[in-house]
Nanobody, 109 residues
Framework: EVQLVESGGGVVQPGGSLRLSCTAS????????MNWARQAPGKALEWVGS?????RYSDSVKGRFTISRDNAKNTLYLQMNNLEPEDTAMYYC?????RGQGTRVTVSA
């Protein structure tokens, strides 16, 4: 069974940083394109970025967020720097046709 479990969310001040993790199981992680997406309160789900042998980002996070993966640990990461209030959202990882339960990020002074 495919399982994705996000962690690392929390409350951070504007300009701060957080690193989210997504631990995967039940599929071949190293060969799978993985994604991060987010959903702000009252808004639609927004793609943040993806990683395979390459990485791609949405314009809204490019230069501030970095996606990486540790295939030995079956873990996906999202390093978020210079956070803005507009980054407040539930963050989800996805891959192999599944999405995790999400982890909440709140950026507030």
């Amino acid at each position: 069974e495919v399982q994705l479990v996000e962690s690392g969310g929390g409350v951070v001040q504007p300009g701060g940083s957080l690193r989210l993790s997504c631990t995967a199981s039940g599929f071949s992680f190293c060969g799978t394109t993985m994604n991060w997406a987010r959903q702000a309160p009252g808004k639609a789900l927004e793609w943040v970025g993806s990683i395979s042998s390459w990485t791609r980002y949405s314009d809204s996070v490019k230069g501030r967020f970095t996606i990486s993966r540790d295939n030995a640990k079956n873990t996906l990461y999202l390093q978020m720097n210079n956070l803005e209030p507009e980054d407040t959202a539930m963050y989800y990882c996805s891959g192999a046709g599944k999405r995790g339960q999400g982890t909440r990020v709140t950026v507030s002074a």
